[in-house]
């Protein structure tokens, strides 16, 4: 099953994740990081979603797995 | 042989420098250009190799290595302030980042929506009964962008035409470099006074908060220099290319007033193709690095090419069409990397009232000169333009 990893080292806050995906994602409100709320994904449109956030986050924080 | 000196005339408003489409298809795509300060850079063209370089930590970001891309022939006075952010590599960048960012979430900027309506709407009823034809850039572009930032930080607003005025100085390449120096310092000085009231009397804003978190006042204040010149142009810039670009397709702009989901992807679109911070993506390298095929040396200043990266055909399909329903947010115009723009979510908020704003309450808006005839600032590090005449019929 596809699985959405975060690593909140490398996370700097762009938000990116959080505007393709408000249902798999959002931010912690004291530094921004990234706060994963489904980490997998329900559906293929939902998997489709997650692999535009992991190929868009700035700091290649996000990745899934299988 | 000497590298040819870097074009930064672009073939048409949304189009690169035909010298930078150029370079996207050579083999490489990358090649070596001369910068106005003599320095002899990298040039990248391909959004896969900008992306390979924004995200690789062998290349830096900090300004006072005498080897950083610039575009003026004197060094830069350094003195003025510590780094801000923007200046910062690892690791010392990440801790500054996230002392700021939470400030700037999509839940926080959603929930300045209201606030922005109401900015946006009092300056259209203020433009609205004012003489016809208004300039959209004094009227709307400048002001609202200005206001925002201006509250968010906790800077005074009546102040604004002192700080409109050096960031423009800052910014543009037709001011010597003395004069951006008197900017600086100017503007330096002025945010220096109200950090130091801020710290003795706290207030409930962005750089009030950074002070009761403990964040040194001189990197406070190095803060509010970037996010006071970031928030001010950039904005600005993209209200008035949007706003014409819109006008300049009706039946575009008729499906955004039916739809306003169709907003959001718009903006995207309009990003792109007008990449405004085009030259932001500097980087020196610090350790040798092969990118497509390319050694590029330790202390090697790169330039990125943004502009032609993001209508590289590799990366996108018709890459010089605009499509506003194209949905595709892989550009680099608010940058890759670490440094990706802050602001980026504000920006994409403003832009999103505005344009809805407009396009409900006056539709019949439009432009009094074609949009080909409008001044374009080709002389700034930011792009956009000076003027945008508008006019509307009276209210059926």
């Known amino acids: 099953m596809t699985r959405i990893v975060a ?48 190929d868009i986050c700035p700091s290649r924080a996000l990745s899934l797995t299988e | 042989m000497t590298a040819p000196a870097l074009q930064t005339t672009r073939r048409c408003p949304y189009a690169p420098p035909d010298e930078h489409t150029r370079i996207r298809d050579t083999d490489s795509g990358i090649t070596q250009v001369t910068l106005p300060s003599g320095q002899v850079a990298w040039a990248l063209s391909r959004l896969e190799h900008i992306r390979a370089m924004l995200t690789d930590p062998r290349f830096s970001s900090d300004r006072q290595n005498p080897n950083f891309p610039r575009f003026t022939r004197e060094q830069p006075n350094f003195g003025l302030m510590r780094p801000s952010i923007i200046q910062l590599d690892p690791p010392e960048h990440g801790p500054a980042r996230k002392a700021v960012v939470g400030e700037f979430t999509v839940r926080r900027m959603a929930g300045l929506r209201p606030r922005i309506q109401q900015i946006v709407d009092e300056h259209i009823d203020a433009m609205l009964a004012g003489p016809r034809p208004a300039d959209l850039v004094q009227a709307l572009s400048l002001p609202v962008p200005s206001l925002v930032i201006c509250e968010q930080l906790g800077v005074p607003y009546r102040d604004h035409d002192f700080f409109q005025a050096r960031s423009s100085a800052l910014l543009s390449r037709a001011v010597t470099n003395e004069g951006r120096q008197q900017a600086a310092k100017e503007l330096r000085d002025y945010l220096k006074d109200l950090i130091a009231e801020k710290a003795a009397d706290p207030t409930d804003d962005l750089l009030g908060r950074q002070l009761t978190q403990g964040n040194d006042p001189e990197d406070v204040l190095s803060l509010a220099f970037l996010l006071l010149i970031a928030g001010h142009e950039t904005t600005a810039n993209m209200i008035s290319l949007g706003v014409v670009t819109l006008l300049e397709r009706p039946d575009e702009l008729a499906a955004l007033r039916k739809d306003p989901e169709r907003t959001l992807p718009a903006i995207e679109e309009l990003l792109r193709v007008y990449t405004i911070a085009e030259f932001a993506n500097s980087r020196v390298a610090v350790e040798d690095v092969e990118i497509g095929g390319v050694t590029i040396r330790a202390g090697d200043p790169v330039l990125a090419l943004s502009n032609a990266a993001n209508h590289d055909p590799s990366a996108f399909d018709e890459a010089e069409e605009i499509k506003l329903d194209r949905g595709a947010r892989h550009h680099i115009a608010f940058g890759f990397g670490i440094h990706q723009c802050l602001g980026q979510n504000l920006a994409r908020m403003e832009l999103q009232i505005v344009f809805d704003t407009l396009v409900r309450r006056i539709p019949t808006l439009r432009l009094t000169t ?27």
């Open chain 2, 370 to 396: 074609p949009a080909d005839s409008l001044r374009y600032k080709d002389d700034a590090f930011i792009y956009g333009i000076h003027e945008v005449p508008v006019t509307w019929d009276d209210p059926a």
């Open chain 1, 7 to 54: 690593d909140l080292d490398r996370c700097v806050g762009a938000g990116q994740c959080v505007l393709t995906d408000p249902d798999a994602f959002d931010q912690s409100d004291d530094d921004g990081t990234v706060v994963v709320l489904r980490d997998t994904p329900a559906d293929d449109d939902a998997v489709k979603r997650a692999q535009v956030a992991v």
